[in-house]
């Protein structure tokens, strides 16, 4: 649509002292009435628009009648153009128009005062409670006359995050929280969740407050709108849900604990779905919406294929169109730029483009081009972590990227068959491929560098309650929320660890306890749409509309394990598929209850025939969840509850479009106090914990003693497998554990002493199990081992969608920084003989030329220790004190080891004297992993992940400026003085003496395995250095190699659904 200019007849026919509306209310003669929000038709004034535009730019400190009344004539003078007299426009198509010339006007901060304003307008409610045709609610958790804060003990605690360097990030003293929260709970919910700031009067102190803040407020709504039948149900309904939340049974994604109780409208939703349209203006209104989206803290998804490709024109003229990837770098600048919530992560996109489009190749190569640009900065020297400047210098680093497919490109692919796309502006059919090429293609670009994932079209759509209302193209960046375009989804998580009760000694699943749960949290989050506010009028409609919702779980992992199930059998995926049947069909049943008493979602009539047809295949699906490995009452209530939706469905319809999603929960899962996110499984069996008080102690996981009771161990077996456990690191080799018993105690990843870990196809399995229960999607990434190869990638992602799986993303293992497998090397040789004599000359004048050490020359020994393995680096310098040599002596090793460190330290001093920077040779040997590796002696480098990794961090540390180490990833922490080389040789040959006439060669291979025996002395003493900790936290499991530092604090992170997810601060790199 073009800018009209403002009609400058009318002002100039206005009589003195005529209104904006006056005037032009003769020249709108076509434009008589509106359409309001509850579907009356109303005469159309048009001074209430001039009226409601001054009040937004008054909000905003803009107070100026003038300008408001030009925006106001630009407005009316739209809707004319529009509105032709045939169509009768609604509200909520005003209110687009007039944000849209807000924007048009440079005044995008005004465009969202307005309709902040106008949400506060519409419609108008009394604050005065609303009863009489509301729930009904009785008490299943709490009792008449005790508050839910009584009956828990409660504690003054200092909630404290520390960096990697041990400099405190945030610390709040004296603040009230549960005697049964962990530290770690309480650091991330007082840091994360308390309002005011630190140190002000304003500033919350108690977890009462904050629990309060929410649940009052949800409740105070509920009454005002109607919900509850009576006083006495609102107030059981307050205190069920402050018991939920306190407990830790439930908690809401983390917009609602920012912001409700705050402001008056919060926006309380995690996850947007935007739509972009094939004009300048819409691409431009994409990058402002998501601009604003990111701001807040929340994740933001788009399709781009209505964009026409590169090669379709532009308008009548000759030119053509540059296509989505080029546009793709404007919204991925913007989206590195802009920090979610005022933090320090970056911001969550996900961008979506159809198999069709015809830029779906350049749009599958776009991520693998930028990260080869990335290799040759860090070739160069420049910094290659996550936020350094060779990542952050390229493009499309801050969206995950997705491929639409489509049943029918499947099945080209699988018959080997051609595969046509078609122009956008005329449907008609432009380039063409083999759809194996593409397929190889994308698997290919996962392999290299984790992107695209792949969303599976046909089976979104068949899936699809509200197929009569459009389709559904696109998803949030997380990929477990999919919808209409311009919608919003507010997610909430039970904590199915607190869900357990003691029949006949053994802990069941409660399934009635977590009806009941379910119960109350889904009626809040209903509670919660039609009172946040959204960043868009069309969001806003939509959410209103069709009240979408993302209620899901966390704990899966921990529940499986303390039950004696494994994650990758039969058993647990029938166990996950039951939990997840139940907590949909209640929550829809739920949804059809408010319905009867308030009524369905707006669009249900519409689309109640493709709405029941999705129930009925929930119900199908249920009939087929097998029972071994399921309790009885949970098998039978999974199984019928979906008789009981589609009976009162059809009778009373629907409240909400969707019901639920499979979020990562990341930070709200820490408030949970959650052993495991999501879907997911445990990482490891033995993990860090922060104590009250400060420091940390070495724990194992507490789901592993009840798998042991519930596998039929007795005490004494179970207290020595556990000390095991304390001692190695992993369960692998553990006295009176059975083999069988194994895959109960994998996890995703695999144990430093340890071979085991989760197969890849088990996650995928598992993914399998539950997604016939969701009404959206799961957020998982499929986490490959480095060796996995790009025909594995290409088999995942076709047994994914045979599986009947939404979307999958994978993420190969140090992906980051490698060529793929399957890729030849071939040089052309005919190019070598064409070299002609002035190439040669040239080479030959480059020949690099060795710098040698004088033959006195001084030297530093370095001492060191890795788990159990002691050995000594000698430098020798040059007279200017840089490095020219290199010497690693191992102390008790045997000839092979020593020759390869021998012929490692060689070739590095080779390196070194033909002129090698050392800070390329650093950037390129830091972080390599393999054994011997594990803590260290040395408090600047607390852990290695190899005895390379190790020399040349300290090599880094000792020898480059505080900028290069910065450039290369590593802390500038000063080293400690060279009084260490003191009598360090004479320390060499007596330590060898004595080590070489105690112990074998022969015990090599056990030390490997036996991981760190120099910290077992530690194994339950508190570790008090808050650098030393934080890398603790990942230091019993193989960890992503490659995963980034943590924004807040600088600790590593780690995978978390599509995200990554610090266990230190809780900060998370997503929309969770």
């Given at each position: 649509m073009n800018n009209p200019s403002p009609n400058f007849a009318i002002k100039a026919d206005r009589k003195d002292g005529q209104s904006v509306s006056d005037a032009v209310w003769d020249y709108v003669t076509s434009l008589k009435t509106v359409i309001k929000k509850s579907g009356e038709e109303q005469e159309f004034v048009p001074q209430k628009i001039r009226n409601s535009i001054y009040k937004a730019m008054a909000e905003t400190g803009l107070r100026d009648e003038n300008r408001a009344e030009k925006i106001a004539e630009q407005v009316i003078t739209r809707l004319q153009t529009i509105y032709d007299g045939h169509t009768i426009p609604a509200t909520a198509d005003i209110r687009e128009v007039v944000s849209m010339t807000f924007i048009d006007n440079n005044l995008a901060h005004i465009s969202r005062a307005y309709i902040h304003f106008k949400h506060t307008l519409s419609p108008a409610k009394s604050d005065l409670p609303v009863y009489g045709r509301g729930l009904r609610f009785e008490r299943f958790f709490t009792k008449e006359g005790v508050h839910p804060y009584d009956e828990l003990e409660w504690e003054l605690r200092t909630a404290k995050i520390t960096d990697a360097k041990g400099n405190i990030v945030f610390e709040q003293k004296n603040i009230e929280v549960p005697k049964?929260?962990?530290?770690?709970?309480?650091?991330?919910?007082?840091?994360?969740?308390?309002?005011?700031?630190?140190?002000?009067?304003?500033?919350?102190?108690?977890?009462?407050?904050?629990?309060?803040?929410?649940?009052?407020?949800?409740?105070?709504?509920?009454?005002?709108?109607?919900?509850?039948?009576?006083?006495?149900?609102?107030?059981?309904?307050?205190?069920?849900?402050?018991h939920l939340l306190v407990n830790q049974k439930a908690a809401f994604n983390s917009p609602v604990w920012f912001n409700v109780g705050i402001n008056e409208h919060p926006q309380c939703s995690a996850c947007f779905i935007n739509s972009v349209e094939d004009d300048m203006r819409s691409i431009l209104q994409l990058v402002s919406t998501e601009s604003m989206l990111f701001k807040q803290g929340s994740g933001a998804g788009s399709n781009l294929s209505n964009l026409r490709s590169s090669r379709e024109f532009l308008g009548g003229s000759n030119g053509k169109s540059s296509g989505p990837v080029s546009f793709m770098k404007g919204f991925d600048a913007f989206a590195g730029i802009i920090k979610s919530g005022g933090k320090t992560r970056r911001a969550a996109k996900m961008v979506i483009l159809n198999i069709d489009h015809p830029d779906i190749e350049e749009f599958i190569d776009s991520k693998v081009k930028e990260e080869k640009k990335a290799w040759a900065l860090m070739d160069a020297g420049y910094d290659g972590s996550m936020d350094g400047e060779a990542y952050s210098s390229v493009f499309f680093q801050n969206a995950n990227n997705s491929v639409r497919v489509t049943d029918e490109f499947m099945k080209a692919v699988?018959?080997?068959?051609?595969?046509?796309?078609?122009?956008?502006?005329?449907?008609?059919?432009?380039?063409?491929?083999?759809?194996?090429?593409?397929?190889?293609?994308?698997?290919?670009?996962?392999?290299?560098c984790g992107d695209p994932g792949i969303q599976y079209d046909t089976t979104i759509n068949k899936w699809h309650t509200c197929k009569n209302s459009g389709r559904i193209n696109a998803s949030n960046p997380c990929s477990e929320y999919m919808f209409l375009d311009d919608t919003s989804c507010n997610l909430a998580s039970l904590n199915l660890m607190r869900y357990r009760?003691?029949?006949?000694?053994?802990?069941?699943?409660?399934?009635?306890?977590?009806?009941?749960?379910?119960?109350?949290?889904?009626?809040?989050?209903?509670?919660?749409?039609?009172?946040?506010?959204?960043?868009?009028?069309?969001?806003?409609?939509?959410?209103?509309?069709?009240?979408?919702?993302?209620?899901?779980?966390?704990?899966?992992?921990?529940?499986?394990?303390s039950r004696g199930l494994a994650y990758d059998s039969d058993e647990g995926r029938n166990m996950a598929a039951a939990i997840t049947s139940v907590l949909s069909g209640h929550t829809y049943y739920q949804s059809t209850k408010i319905a009867e008493k308030i009524g369905p979602f707006k669009y249900y009539e519409k689309n109640k025939e493709p709405f029941l047809d999705v129930m009925s295949k929930h119900r199908d699906a249920a009939k087929n969840i097998k029972e071994e490995g399921v309790p009885a009452d949970l098998l039978n209530e999974a199984r019928n509850i979906w008789d009981k939706v589609l009976n009162n469905g059809s009778k009373y319809g629907f409240r909400n479009a969707q019901i639920s999603v499979l979020a990562p929960t990341g930070t709200i899962s820490f408030m949970m106090d959650c052993d495991t996110t999501g879907v997911e499984p445990d990482i490891a069996l033995v993990k860090y914990k922060w104590l009250v008080g400060g420091g940390m102690i070495k724990i194992v996981n507490n789901t592993v003693k009840p798998a042991l009771q519930s596998l039929g161990y007795n005490d004494e077996q179970i207290e020595e497998i556990m000390d095991y456990i304390e001692k190695q690191d992993t369960i692998e080799g553990a006295p009176h554990l059975k083999d069988e018993h194994l895959p109960v105690f994998d996890c995703a990843f695999r144990a430093k002493n340890g071979t085991r870990s989760i197969h890849y196809m088990g996650h995928l399995r598992m993914m399998a199990?539950?997604?016939?229960?969701?009404?959206?999607?799961?957020?998982?990434?499929?986490?490959?081992?480095?060796?996995?190869?790009?025909?594995?990638?290409?088999?995942?992602?076709?047994?994914?969608?045979?599986?009947?799986?939404?979307?999958?993303?994978?993420?190969?293992?140090?992906?980051?920084?490698?060529?793929?497998?399957?890729?030849?090397?071939?040089?052309?040789?005919?190019?070598?003989?064409?070299?002609?004599?002035?190439?040669?000359?040239?080479?030959?004048?480059?020949?690099?030329?060795?710098?040698?050490?004088?033959?006195?020359?001084k030297s530093i020994t370095h001492r060191f220790t890795i788990a159990n393995y002691k050995g000594y680096i000698t430098v020798g310098l040059y007279d200017d004190g840089s490095p020219g040599e290199l010497f690693v002596t191992m102390a008790k090793q045997g000839s092979v080891i020593s020759g390869l460190m021998d012929a490692f330290a060689t070739s590095v001093s080779m390196a070194l004297q033909y002129g090698v920077p050392l800070q390329v040779l650093v950037n390129k040997f830091v972080h390599m992993r393999f054994e011997p590796s594990g803590f260290t002696q040395n408090p600047n480098i607390r852990m290695a992940k190899s005895i390379v990794d190790y020399i040349f961090r300290w090599l880094a540390l000792k020898f480059l400026t505080p900028e290069e180490q910065i450039r290369v990833g590593i802390n500038n922490i000063s080293l400690p003085s060279d009084d260490e080389v003191d009598n360090v040789n004479d320390d060499i040959e007596d330590e060898k003496n004595e080590e070489n006439d105690t112990e074998g060669q022969a015990q090599n291979t056990q030390q490997v395995k036996l991981f760190s025996e120099s910290i077992n002395k530690t194994v339950k003493e508190v570790v008090s250095e808050a650098e030393a900790g934080n890398q603790l936290l990942t230091g019993t499991f193989d960890n992503m190699s490659d995963a980034p530092a943590c924004d807040t604090c600088g600790s590593m992170m780690v995978r978390n659904g599509a995200?990554?997810?610090?266990?230190?601060?809780?900060?998370?790199?997503g929309c969770s």
């Open positions: 049964a929260w962990s530290q770690t709970a309480t650091n991330i919910v007082v840091q994360k969740y308390f309002r005011g700031r630190v140190g002000q009067s304003d500033r919350e102190t108690s977890v009462k407050q904050l629990i309060d803040r929410v649940a009052k407020t949800i409740a105070d709504w509920g009454r005002k709108d109607g919900y509850f039948y009576s006083a006495k149900d609102a107030q059981i309904f307050e205190e069920e849900l402050t699988e018959n080997d068959e051609e595969w046509t796309t078609y122009e956008i502006t005329t449907g008609k059919p432009s380039l063409k491929y083999k759809a194996r090429d593409l397929w190889r293609k994308m698997a290919q670009s996962a392999w290299t009760k003691l029949i006949n000694g053994k802990a069941e699943f409660d399934v009635e306890a977590f009806k009941k749960a379910a119960e109350v949290i889904i009626t809040a989050m209903e509670i919660i749409v039609g009172n946040a506010s959204y960043p868009t009028p069309a969001i806003e409609q939509n959410s209103f509309d069709y009240r979408p919702l993302g209620i899901g779980y966390a704990n899966l992992g921990a529940l499986l394990m199990a539950v997604q016939p229960f969701l009404s959206g999607a799961i957020s998982k990434t499929v986490n490959m081992p480095n060796e996995a190869t790009v025909e594995d990638i290409e088999d995942v992602y076709m047994q994914g969608w045979k599986m009947g799986l939404k979307a999958i993303a994978i993420y190969r293992d140090g992906s980051k920084r490698q060529q793929a497998l399957t890729t030849s090397d071939k040089s052309d040789s005919s190019q070598e003989k064409k070299s002609d004599t002035k190439k040669q000359s040239a080479k030959l004048a480059n020949i690099p030329r060795r710098r040698r050490l004088p033959d006195e020359r995200c990554y997810k610090c266990l230190n601060c809780g900060a998370t790199s």
